[in-house]
Each structure stands twice: as structure tokens, then as C-alpha cells.
């Protein structure tokens, strides 16, 4: 396996995390210092800031200090194009899915949940049964 295959497995494993994925959206817009990218997301502080060094560490963001505050940024705007790029992919996936679970339901079934007692009402999932 090559260098660059195991490095981009890495910067993956980083982006897994949706309160990452926020991050990188909200610094899309431009640098921001770190308690005001916590007010935005509604996150604490150290929160944030813990997941900032992840993402520094993998090149991802950096940081420049200004005095007390330190104003993280995009590393590389190629980051969010990809994010951007997943994001899309995974609308296309959604949209065809719908269209399909819609073309495939009988006009009855596309109006009204499933009355069924054994199926759940959220996915259509067989309920599990009482064990006790």
C-alpha cells in the first residue's frame, strides 16, 4: 500500500466526526478565533479546542496567535471542496433512494404509515418481541 493511500485513510478518519465536519464548514467562511467558532457551533470551548489540535495535527486547520486569542483557518480550501464534493454525492444518493421507496410503494402506502402491529412506525423495521 502506498504512502499517500495510508495518509488519506488518516485525514479521513479526522473528517469522521460530524462535530469536525461543522468545524470545517463554519472556517469555509475565514479564520475565526476559537470562543467564537465555540458560540457558533454551541459548543464549549475546550471542546472545540480539542477537536482544532486534532485537525491541526493532521494539516488540516492552522492556528496564528493574536495575543490572548488564536484565530484558526483552513489549511488548504481544497479540504472543504471535497467535504463539498462527498456532501453532494450523498444528495444525489438520498434523492435517487426517495425516488425509488416512491416509485416502488403502491399509491396507498405512499400516504399512511404502516398500521402493521409487528412493524415499527419510524422505518418499517419488524419490531422486536417482549422477551419477558
Same mark, same amino acid.
Given at each position: 500500500?502506498?504512502e499517500?493511500t495510508i $495518509? +488519506?485513510?488518516?485525514?479521513l478518519?479526522? $473528517?469522521?466526526?460530524?462535530?469536525?465536519?461543522?468545524? !470545517?464548514h463554519? !472556517?469555509?467562511?475565514g479564520?475565526? @478565533?476559537?470562543?467564537? $467558532?465555540?458560540?457558533? !457551533?454551541?459548543a464549549?470551548q475546550?471542546?472545540?479546542?480539542?477537536h482544532? =489540535? *486534532?485537525m491541526?495535527?493532521a494539516g488540516?486547520?492552522?492556528?496564528?496567535?493574536d495575543?490572548?486569542? *488564536?484565530r484558526?483557518? $483552513? #489549511?488548504? =480550501?481544497?479540504?472543504i +471542496?471535497a467535504?463539498?464534493?462527498?456532501r453532494?454525492?450523498l @444528495?444525489?444518493r438520498?434523492?435517487?433512494?426517495?425516488? !425509488?421507496?416512491? =416509485?416502488?410503494q403502491?399509491?396507498?402506502e405512499?400516504t #399512511?404509515?404502516?398500521?402493521t402491529?409487528?412493524v415499527?412506525?419510524?422505518l418499517?423495521?419488524?419490531?422486536?418481541?417482549?422477551?419477558?
Open positions: 500500500m502506498d499517500i $495518509l +488519506q485513510a488518516e485525514v478518519k479526522v $473528517l469522521a466526526s460530524p462535530r469536525r465536519l461543522e468545524i !470545517l463554519v !472556517l469555509a467562511d479564520p475565526i @478565533e476559537v470562543g467564537r $467558532l465555540a458560540a457558533v !457551533l454551541g464549549s475546550p471542546n472545540v479546542s480539542q482544532l =489540535a *486534532v491541526r495535527t488540516m486547520v492552522e492556528a496564528e496567535r495575543g490572548r486569542e *488564536v484558526y483557518s $483552513l #489549511a488548504d =480550501a481544497g479540504v +471542496q467535504c463539498q464534493i462527498m453532494g454525492v @444528495e444525489r438520498l434523492s435517487r433512494l426517495g425516488q !425509488l421507496a416512491s =416509485a416502488t403502491p399509491a396507498s405512499t #399512511a404509515p404502516p398500521t402491529p409487528d415499527g412506525p419510524d418499517g423495521i419488524p419490531a422486536l418481541a417482549s422477551t419477558r
